[in-house]
T-cell receptor
């Protein structure tokens, strides 16, 4: 069965600082991996996705993520955080079997 | 505007009442799904559908029914609401699954906040 672990429930960073949100997945073969962002009271918006090929993927709003098969990880990064990035971030995985499994989320707070 | 429309946005029920959460999309998406979101538990898949007339269970299907009589609509039914079903419900759709080939992605509705007293 596929699963996702986001070990950090809350993260606080200062505006302008770099950010890394951790995501570890469990799946037997090469997974399809996603990062979504949810602002308060809103639905989820796709930041980026990994299907195959280049293991460093670029997304919207200046985010990037790196797929590391050896570590079963797909960490999200941003070099300089903006106050508007404060939100909840979800990592998700699927093996293609019609089910998308989400992690429990990481709440990001940005200090001005 | 094109997208996924969920109604109602808010609902309060008493234990044992029934209701239907509506989800409609106008993008001709084959894949539709329902999630519930609870604090500390992320989003959990309730039911999904890969096309009209086809539905299947997700991680937490108990207490919920779905049907898919048209491509556009995917209603979620609570036959006898329980306090454990207090949650925020999201409908999501995509043209195919897994979403992500080319510019394909999973579109989410804005959610329905349900309280069961």
């Amino acid at each position: 069965a596929q699963s996702v672990t986001q070990p950090d429930i809350h993260i606080t960073v200062s505006e302008g600082a770099s950010l890394e949100l951790r995501c570890n997945y469990s799946y037997g073969a090469t997974p399809y991996l996603f990062w979504y962002v949810q602002s308060p009271g809103q639905g989820l918006q796709l930041l980026l996705k990994y299907f195959s090929g280049d293991t460093l993927v670029q997304g919207i709003k200046g985010f990037e993520a790196e797929f590391k098969r050896s570590q079963s990880s797909f960490n999200l990064r941003k070099p300089s955080v903006h106050w508007s990035d404060a939100a909840e971030y979800f990592c998700a995985v699927t093996g293609g079997g019609n089910k998308l499994t989400f992690g429990t989320g990481t709440q990001l707070k940005v200090e001005l | 505007n094109a997208g996924v429309t969920q109604t109602p946005k808010f609902q309060v029920l008493k234990t044992g009442q029934s209701m239907t959460l509506q989800c409609a999309q106008d993008m001709n998406h084959e894949y539709m799904s329902w999630y519930r979101q609870d604090p500390g538990m992320g989003l959990r898949l309730i039911h999904y559908s890969v096309g009209a007339g086809i539905t299947d269970q997700g991680e937490v299907p108990n207490g919920y029914n779905v049907s898919r009589s048209t491509t556009e609509d995917f209603p979620l039914r609570l036959l006898s609401a329980a306090p454990s079903q207090t949650s925020v419900y999201f409908c999501a759709s995509s043209y195919s699954f897994p979403p992500g080939q080319g510019n394909e992605k999973l579109f989410f509705g804005s959610g329905t906040q349900l309280s069961v007293l």
